[in-house]
């Protein structure tokens, strides 16, 4: 079923009349809107209609009453002309065709950057619907970034399209559900939109779970007609204790959304008759002052229960929400809640950011409001400038969605929110990335603590930074905040193809020698070919990439050395015969110097140093040339390097060690003591003394003649000063026996 005839043409149609009347309610809700912006808004819908016609929905109305219901939304909010024409032409791009050129001629470009902001992604083809997703989302992100009301056009289109999933096949029930669960739900909460917040989330649960939503709705309805007495009397006393206290108050009735009784269910495993805390009430009072004033009465009207009460007024939600939460003993020993806040912190509570345009005429000159949220927009926009991969940068946005905040303090007394089990490093990363990336240490209510220490309400936080520390791939294993996981994996990708850049132009430089190229020939016109044959037939785009393959272990050089070798003679530049001689015949100790990678310890991730040997300065060393893991260091002795070396020998390097290091390595020692008390301090200190810091202790479980066997991992310079921390903890009381883990009988160099 079509329509032929335009708007004005074809009015008597039923659909036409379906149309009108939805227009009709929406005009009749504009009336905080002048003559000339309900003139625009007229305009946007018969330019919409038009755009749509012949468009039907899955239940047989015309399309443009979904515009029309997701714009009589952004009315409930009370936003501008031009997010409300944008509301109503929102699918027209995407839908019918039309050019954001077109819309900018008709409407202007504001109202076309906020169509454009919503519009999704071209048809490209990605890998994965995920990877699409996240490229839609991406989109959407910038646009709100720059205007926070595409975020709030676009949850009220998710809103309608939730409240008429029924129309829609069965089978997309569970993806549009959860994806609505996942994002957009936390996204309405984070803005502070908590009555769009709990409609989602129960539409959700209504798709998600059919069957337990509506046996749940039944129970609450059974509960609700059993209590229905005792709210009326809870309301009733409330209102006349208010009153003796000369408070002017507005008492609501407040019911649990069935999806938070539904989870509370399932994350504390209880019946449906275990939960007590069903309803509450919301107290709505005149100013701050009533605020406490009113909780005073309450406290004196109930017994309030230890534990159940939270100011946020005096230190608001990452999202501007301020109201005191009170959990109270009421008649025959029903918990009830109470949330007591002003009349403006009840419009920021329900419609959070948008009550910036519900205030912008009383107070124009406020830009609170308008903040809200848009610190965490902020962050996801960097999060997304630094992250290339779609999966990744949708990991990074779960994150930070949906955290329980913790409130810490600068040492300046700023209040900053983090999310729960933020640690040290999150905090540095949300002052400045810089502060994060050069953190060293943290002082928390004024002692050291670890960079993994999470962080309680009420802490106060000072970072201790240094312009060579440099971040920690450890960091990942532990930090909370997507910002932090995403700047710190910027930081390595970047340092580590670097530094594999470096050491692959070394690994080649050397075996091309051994072939006899004296040099790695430049990219210059008369080596083009080569370079173009060669990049070619390793399958990559360019030097630079080739080189930190080489260098990350996957490309081989010697086999790249060969190849190129072989193209450069069909170019008639012959191997230098002498050179060959000298770099495969000579005696090791004259060829060291072009033959040997040489390691001092400042290479970073391109060289890892094994965990199984813990190779330090002085050990006899080999290099393997691990795939994807750069250059992996075993001692020669090592079992793990020795089978390494036996089924995989061409990927072994020549190394050794330079004659003075720039750190000190890691190494593990077994202390077998004597048990008693004291014992662990004694070795402790004597470990301290011989200047050896303990980066990890572990104590064996097994106890043999009255004695215990500890393993300490130790930071040391090398195997003489490994000796002395050996000889000094054997000379210590208690102390059986002190050896290096998995020692043998490895020999210093000659």
């Not at 024409?85 to 001629?105: F, N, Q, W, Y």
């Not at 926070?148 to 549009?176: C, F, Q």
């Not at 504390?268 to 107290?283: E, I, N, P």
């Not at 050794?656 to 662990?680: C, H, I, M, P, Y």
């Amino acid at each position: 079923m079509t329509r032929s005839s335009p708007y004005h043409a074809s009015s008597s149609s039923a659909a036409d009349n379906a149309a009108a009347a939805s227009f009709a309610q929406l005009m009749a809700k504009l009336d905080y809107l002048c003559a000339t912006d309900l003139e625009q808004v007229r305009l946007a819908f018969r330019f919409a209609d038009e755009a749509h016609l012949g468009q039907l929905r899955k239940n047989g109305d015309p399309y443009i009453t979904h515009p029309i219901a997701v714009a009589m939304q952004c009315a409930e909010w009370r936003l501008d002309a031009h997010a409300l024409m944008a509301a109503l032409m929102h699918d027209a791009m995407e839908d019918c065709g039309v050019t954001k050129e077109e819309l900018i001629e008709r409407f202007g470009s504001p109202v076309a950057e906020l169509v454009d902001g919503l519009t999704k992604l071209e048809k490209l083809e990605f890998d994965t619907r995920e990877q699409n997703q996240a490229e839609s989302f991406r989109k959407m992100l910038l646009a709100m970034a720059r205007d926070v009301r595409v975020i709030l056009i676009k949850l009220a289109d998710r809103t309608h399209n939730m409240r008429t999933m029924g129309d829609m096949p069965r089978n997309k029930w569970d993806r549009i559900s959860r994806e609505t669960l996942e994002i957009y739900a936390p996204i309405a909460h984070r803005l502070g939109l908590n009555v769009t917040f709990r409609e989602l989330q129960d539409l959700c649960f209504q798709f998600l779970y059919p069957w337990r939503y509506t046996t749940l709705a039944k129970a609450v309805q059974r509960s609700r007609s059993k209590r229905k007495d005792l709210i009326h009397r809870v309301q009733g006393e409330v209102d006349v204790t208010l009153a003796k206290h000369g408070l002017s108050a507005v008492v609501h009735g407040r019911e649990k959304t069935l999806f938070s009784i539904y989870k509370k269910m399932v994350d504390k495993h209880l019946s449906f008759a275990q939960v007590t805390d069903l309803y509450g009430f919301r107290v709505v009072v005149d100013d701050l002052m009533q605020c406490y004033t009113a909780l005073g009465a309450l406290h004196q009207l109930y017994k309030p229960m230890p534990g159940k009460f939270k100011d946020y007024i005096a230190i608001p939600k990452v999202n501007g929400y301020q109201s005191l939460h009170t959990t109270l003993v009421g008649p025959v020993g029903t918990a009830v809640e109470f949330q007591l806040r002003t009349h403006a912190m009840d419009v920021v509570a329900e419609s959070g950011v948008a009550a910036h345009w519900l205030y912008k005429a009383s107070a124009p000159e406020s830009d609170a409001a308008n903040r809200l949220g848009t610190q965490w927009l902020q962050s996801l926009l960097d999060i997304q400038s630094e992250t290339k991969d779609a999966a990744e940068f949708w990991d990074h946005i779960k994150i930070d969605l949906f955290p329980e905040a913790v409130y810490v303090f600068t040492p300046k007394n700023k209040i900053m929110s983090m999310p729960r089990g933020a640690t040290v490093i999150d905090f540095a990363y949300a002052i400045h990335s810089d502060i994060g990336n050069r953190t060293v240490s943290a002082i928390v209510n004024g002692e050291q603590v670890p960079l993994r220490t999470e962080l309680q309400n009420g802490d106060v936080v000072e970072i201790v930074t240094a312009n060579i520390q440099q971040p920690n791939p450890a960091w990942l294993s532990f930090v909370r905040t997507g910002k932090a996981r995403s700047k710190i994996r910027h930081f390595l990708k970047t340092m580590a193809y670097d530094e594999s850049y470096a050491l692959g132009e070394k690994m080649l430089q050397q075996a091309l020698r051994i072939e006899g190229i004296a040099q790695i020939p430049p990219e210059n016109e008369a080596h083009q070919a080569v370079w173009d044959k060669l990049l070619r037939s390793n399958g990559n785009r360019s030097k630079q990439e080739l080189l930190a393959d080489i260098g990350m272990g996957k490309r081989i050089a010697s086999i790249v050395s060969k190849k190129m070798a072989m193209l450069l003679s069909e170019q008639g530049i012959k191997a230098d015969v002498v050179l060959i001689s000298q770099e495969r015949y000579s005696p090791q100790q004259e060829t060291i110097s072009q033959g040997v990678v040489t390691l001092d310890g400042s290479e970073g991730s391109s060289v890892q140093y094994a965990p199984c040997c813990h190779p330090i300065p002085g050990d006899r060393i080999i290099g393997y040339l691990g795939r994807g893991e750069g250059l992996v260091i075993h001692t020669e002795d090592c079992p793990t390097g020795r089978k390494l070396l036996y089924k995989d020998s061409e990927r072994f390097l020549e190394v050794e060690w330079a004659d003075e290091t720039s750190r000190s390595f890691d190494v593990g020692v077994w202390v077998r003591v004597e048990n008693g008390k004291g014992v662990l301090a004694r070795v402790a200190s004597a470990l301290a003394v011989a200047e050896a810091d303990i980066t990890h202790v572990d104590m064996s479980e097994e106890r043999v003649n009255h004695t215990t066997e500890l393993k300490f991992t130790i930071s040391v310079r090398d195997r003489v000063h490994l000796a002395a921390i050996l000889r000094s903890l054997k000379r210590t009381r208690s102390v059986v026996k002190a050896w290096r883990m998995g020692a043998t009988k490895t020999k210093h160099h000659p």
